[in-house]
């Protein structure tokens, strides 16, 4: 029933982080200015910092496209994951049958077959959004199959004592079972998705004011503008920290009421 | 302790238990259960008797024999597992509530049902507390609840508290045979303590290993308030030297 935090721990959580990182940004900086380094060559975080100040707008518009792929994808991957893991779930036949085939599509790297999806696929949207998809979606179905796949014996046996039906059992007892998986599968997912968005966008390498950032940093590379590309990678990674981050919260939120992974150390 | 006037709750005939893997589990197990009445499975391990126990509850059909209902068909059941066995993402309340969801009793009922049964149990403070904010003792009672929240004619219970130490033991044993008292369901307990057995039931049967089998079927003569003064009492020690001496040979055979 304790539901009051612990700051002092929450509070060295978020410093021990970011003290690392600014002493590491301090040193990038001091390395540049010592060894001369070109900004063509490296920029220091003094330069990219001014850079996103000066021109992150346009930046951040097409951040917000990468993103909007990013989303639909992991949605996308959601709904189709966690239908294709309940279907393995009801049926060994038909996980015998369909894994294979999840598992291929999975170890096939998306820079391999994400020309090909551009060519068959008309709509570039429509294109990037399947290969983010099918990347994100094989941590969710993997995941939340053996989730569904371990749910305790003895509470299956005591369902089937009281009479539940396929349907009760599905919803009450397995699905809940699964969460925990299913989110520790997300949080993989989220971040395979702004990967296989980029990587998609990289692949497509289209122009026009709708689109990504990947291609923001194809740009900065021809034209030689390295702390516009950095600036570029740090939207990235900043995103997809972002991403995790927020995927964690859902994941904490929803399960710590019962579940070993989000105890806080109280006792 | 006649058991031959009334018709038996349940009646096992030459029940033999096979496992696909060639474990012979049980063999051509003959036993009657009166209305009522409280009856322990006592036995080493691998004797079958969480086995006939899962026979009983229809999780497991025989490979041959009967498992018959001489009278109005199967009564309504409830089992109680080793382990709690609880959702740990439902509170101690909707865990009870669950065998009364599951039949679609309404929320309002199920709630007064379950709350009235946490209180049987001394529980009324945990309502809301999920598992993993409860003792071991407490689980277990909660695990017990919500077996007897439909109210059962019949209670098996696969050695429930083979888990928890001694202290709670002693009083969830009390807590069970207040709970019998008032209730009069019929009880089937597995366990493999002596001293349980013989504390708790009108009868204890006991099993042989390898394969399980009935050995000994003992009628015990004890008072009907037991209570800590029966467990230091020496009619509570002749009683588990006698069983104790029953399971020695069933050890041996």
Redesign the interface.
């Known amino acids: ?1 304790s539901d009051a935090p612990a700051p002092r721990r929450n509070w060295a959580r978020v410093l021990a982080p970011l003290l690392v990182g600014l002493l590491a940004l301090g040193a990038w900086e001091a390395a540049i200015r010592h060894f001369a380094v070109p900004a063509y060559v490296l920029p220091g975080p003094v330069a990219i910092a001014q850079t996103l100040a000066a021109d992150g707008g346009s930046l951040v518009a097409s951040l917000l496209v990468t993103l909007r792929t990013t989303v639909l994808a992991l949605l996308l991957a959601v709904a189709t994951g966690v239908a294709l893991a309940v279907l393995f779930s009801q049926s060994r036949w038909v996980e015998m049958t369909f894994l294979p085939y999840a598992v291929m599509l999975q170890v096939t790297p998306v820079v391999a077959i994400a020309p090909l999806i551009i060519i068959w696929v008309n709509d570039v949207q429509a294109a990037l959004l399947i290969c983010a998809w099918l990347v994100a979606f094989f941590p969710i179905v993997s995941n939340t199959t053996i989730g569904l796949n371990s749910t ?1 014996r ?2 299956l ?8 039906s396929r349907w ?1 059992t599905l919803v ?2 397995r699905l ?2 699964a ?1 925990p998986f299913f989110l520790a599968g997300l949080r993989i997912s989220g971040g395979l998705a702004l990967i296989g968005a980029i990587v998609a966008e990289f692949v497509a390498g289209t122009g026009g004011a709708s689109s990504g950032l990947a291609y923001r940093i194809l740009e900065a590379g021809y034209q030689l503008q390295i702390p516009r590309m950095f600036a570029a990678l740090a939207l990235i990674s900043l995103s997809g920290a972002a991403i995790f981050l927020a995927l964690s919260l859902v994941s904490h939120l929803l399960l710590r ?4 992974s989000a ?1 806080r150390a109280e006792r | 302790m006649s058991d031959a006037a009334p018709p038996p709750v349940v009646a096992l005939a030459g029940v033999t238990k096979r496992y696909n893997n060639g474990t012979l589990a049980v063999q051509g197990l003959d036993l009657r259960i009166a209305r009522g009445s409280f009856n322990s499975l006592l036995g080493p391990s691998g004797c079958g008797k969480s086995t006939v126990l899962r026979m009983i ?3 497991e059909p025989p490979t041959s024999g009967t498992v018959a209902w001489p009278e109005a068909g199967r009564p309504s ?1 409830g ?1 109680v ?1 080793q ?1 709690p ?1 609880l ?3 439902r509170t101690a309340l909707d865990n009870v509530a ?2 009364l ?3 679609h009793v309404p929320k309002p009922e199920r709630h007064r049902r379950a709350h009235a049964m946490l209180a049987l149990v001394g529980l009324s403070e945990a309502a ?6 409860l003792s071991g003792g407490m689980r277990m009672r909660v695990s017990i609840a919500r077996a007897l929240v439909t109210e059962p004619e019949l209670l098996l219970l696969d050695e429930p508290f083979a888990a928890l130490d001694e202290i709670t033991r002693f009083r969830l044993n009390n807590d069970l045979l207040r709970l019998w008292e008032a209730r009069r369901f019929t009880a089937i307990f597995v366990t493999h303590s002596i001293f349980e057995s013989v504390y708790l039931s009108g009868r204890v049967v006991v099993m042989a290993a390898r394969p399980g089998r009935l050995h000994a079927d003992i009628a015990l003569d004890a008072p009907a308030r037991r209570d800590e003064a029966f467990r230091t009492s020496p009619a509570y020690a002749a009683l588990c030297r006698t069983v104790s001496d029953a399971l020695e040979k069933a050890m041996a055979a």
Do not use: C, I, K, V
Request: charged share 20%; proline share 9%.
């Open positions: 029933m305790d003895n509470l046996d005591l369902y089937r004592l009281l009479g539940a009760q009450q007892l809940p079972a969460l009421r019962w579940h070993e105890l | 509850a229809g999780l059941l089992f597992f382990d066995t959702m740990p993402w669950l065998p969801r599951l039949a809301g507390s999920y598992p993993r904010e």
